[in-house]
């Protein structure tokens, strides 16, 4: 994959190195060729791959998830426009119903390569209806544009949950069990050929474990047949830039996985 200076100075802005993997380090994805560089000063130093640690491509298979319903009944069989409406009409968890402004179906591309899970809206997705709008979201904009993936274009990004938590809190084991189906039945409609989970909330809940994120890290999973990758959510990001260059391992991990390398 050619990095072009828009992409080297949009990896420069998040913080991100950028190295040229050596054939092989990722299955799957091209050496990169050095870019022709502006007059000015090179962006970000460039780092052979080697001198980033990676950790091995591990295949663990994810048991079965059933396909639970939410109180309402069962949505195995919707379709969008069904779906989008059990979900802005669910009352499944009285507490979550009650305080929300909307709900957060999600956002981007319906037939997309990439699906993109979070863990639970905050208080600005809570007000416009769309996941990953604030800080966070910005800086995974900006991760999708260094790989030449757009929100609206390229992939799919939900929750967990669709309603906002109070407080941002961590959403209840009741909770996700209440919203799984309507995520099982968006990964079916999406078809996708890769998931990323974002960050240890999304993991467990996709993969149904309670491994720490550090252990799920580096490892290729699955959602029964679709590769599942894990990384670290954007807002971990933001209060930990030293980790951004293993988010972005994560990412070239999971594009390695698609059926073609070029492009999402």
């Not at 992409?7 to 022709?36: E, M, S, Y």
């Not at 997309?112 to 416009?128: I, N, S, T, Y």
């Not at 966070?136 to 274009?153: E, I, P, S």
């Amino acid at each position: 994959m050619d990095l072009s200076a828009r992409k080297r100075r949009i990896l420069a802005d998040i913080g991100i190195p950028v190295w040229r993997a050596r054939d092989g380090a990722f299955p799957g994805v091209p050496a990169a060729a050095p870019a022709a560089e502006p007059s000015a000063a090179p962006l970000v130093p460039e780092v052979e791959s080697s001198q980033v640690p990676s950790a091995p491509l591990e295949s663990s298979e994810a048991p079965a998830i059933p396909a639970s319903v939410p109180a309402e009944g069962g949505v195995e069989s919707l379709d969008w426009p069904e779906l989008e409406a059990r979900v802005r009409d669910c009352t499944a968890c009285a507490e979550l119903a009650g305080q929300r402004t909307q709900t957060v179906f999600g956002v981007g591309d319906r037939r997309a390569r990439w699906l993109l899970v979070g863990e639970a809206p905050g208080a600005e997705e809570d007000r416009r209806g769309e996941p990953f709008v604030g800080r966070a979201g910005q800086l995974l904009d900006n991760m999708l544009a260094a790989l030449g993936l757009d929100r609206r274009q390229d992939v799919f990004i939900a929750n967990v949950l669709k309603c906002r938590p109070p407080n941002n809190r961590d959403p209840s084991p009741e909770e996700s069990r209440a919203c799984r189906g309507f995520l099982n039945r968006q990964i079916a409609l999406v078809q996708p050929e890769v998931i990323v989970a974002l960050g240890r909330i999304a993991a467990q809940h996709l993969l149904e474990t309670d491994q720490p994120l550090g252990r799920l890290r580096g490892s290729l999973h699955r959602y029964r047949e679709v590769p599942l990758v894990v990384t670290y959510h954007p807002a971990y990001l933001l209060r930990k830039p030293q980790d951004k260059a293993k988010a972005w391992q994560d990412l070239q991990r999971a594009r390695a996985c698609l059926t073609s390398a070029s492009g999402g």
